[in-house]
């Protein structure tokens, strides 16, 4: 029955890496479509996110199934408790990336990041996907350090955030309004992206010590 | 013992709404920070998102304890999950409402929305109001019409952002980037209000019915 149990709570754990995985792709394919005016990658992003959606409900489900049926205690209901919060976030995660895919779907052919920000968006990607391959890691060994290491890799993201918006709004901005709305939708798309893993390694903390980490 | 537990159950169900009545405060006070550029409503939204905050957590860990000693079955347990489900998007509105409020503080005392746009501005703030006071009803009394009221009333506030963005994507626009980079923060942020309080209608649903309503 426990050995049962265990196996379960193993699927879950190894599907919730998955779904990760998942938001890796997205968030690359959405790069991608915004960096490279790449349509497919665009399309991509879209189907992938509607994949992490299809999957997060089912895991959804089986997750507060076996709640229901086992009552599981302690670390079990911790690990329980956070899965369903993490596919919550890992939605959201595809949902952002999905989101950065159409703005540059919606103004194909024309790019949408114009050249001088070019570097500061590829660096927001990379630091998306980055932290995405590392929530990976922390939600497959629930490592504490790795947790912890992401929240504070985190501070990188805001900081390009800062720059992006600076840019817009400086009076040496060239590109006009249209193109500041886009910029500006896109860094925050990013940032979100990444706070997610940072809620997510926080809570993987908290399923480890039984305490959240403050924010 | 049975009714103890249900006494518990009904303090939390009664805390969610306290909570969601403070993300009403939280927001109103954020529209008046933005649309009268008033600093004292701009400090009280983000000292009512911190009130939300502390309270949240707090109450997060109530239910967890009690889903931990109760190990309550069906429609209970789903209540409880879904309880602090609502409580991460009660957090999230409250941040939310402190962003809209940050966004007249980095300004003060220059006005953020120029004046063609105080209309749909105001009008947003009033579908975000009008939506956190229409989610403390069905978070009070599960009420699955509410909820589904609430669920289609958003359309209105997807529209006012459509209109919203097309403003300050239009070749008549007079403001600026600047001033696109905040009316788009700005939309972005009231839509997402809104979008977290059909999620907690959702959620309801899904404790009186068992199943989670299509996006």
């Known amino acids: 029955m426990r050995e049962q149990f265990d196996e379960q709570l193993e ?23 915004v960096l490279d005016t790449d349509r497919a990658a665009a399309d991509r992003a879209a189907e992938v996110c509607a994949d992490i959606d299809t999957r997060g ?16 205690v302690a670390q079990d209901l911790r690990a329980l408790i956070s899965g369903i919060h993490n596919i919550a976030d890992l939605r959201r995660m595809g949902s952002l990336a999905a989101h950065i895919a159409e703005v540059a779907r919606l103004h194909y052919p024309e790019p949408v990041v114009p050249h001088e920000l070019r570097a500061i968006i590829s660096d927001m990607g990379a630091a998306a996907t980055a932290q995405a391959a590392a929530a990976q ?3 497959r060994f629930r490592d504490q350090v790795a947790a912890l ?5 985190d501070d990188r993201t805001d900081e390009l955030l800062r720059r992006l918006f600076a840019a817009t709004k400086s009076d040496e901005w060239l590109y006009g309004a249209a193109s500041a709305v886009n910029i500006t939708l896109l860094g ?17 903390i908290f399923v480890i010590t039984g305490e959240l980490p403050d924010e």
Do not use: K
């Not at 925050?188 to 993987?204: A, G, M, P, Q």
């Open 137 to 139: 890691e922390v939600l």
């Open 11 to 33: 699927e879950i754990r190894d599907d919730l890496v998955e779904l990760c995985a998942l938001t890796e792709v997205a968030i690359d394919c959405g790069t991608r479509a």
């Open 57 to 72: 409900r089912e895991l959804d489900y089986r997750a507060l199934t076996l709640i229901a049926r086992q009552q599981p």
């Open 188 to 204: 925050r798309f990013y940032e979100r992206f990444c706070d997610h893993t940072v809620e997510i390694s926080r809570r993987v």
């Open 149 to 153: 290491e992401l929240i504070w890799a």
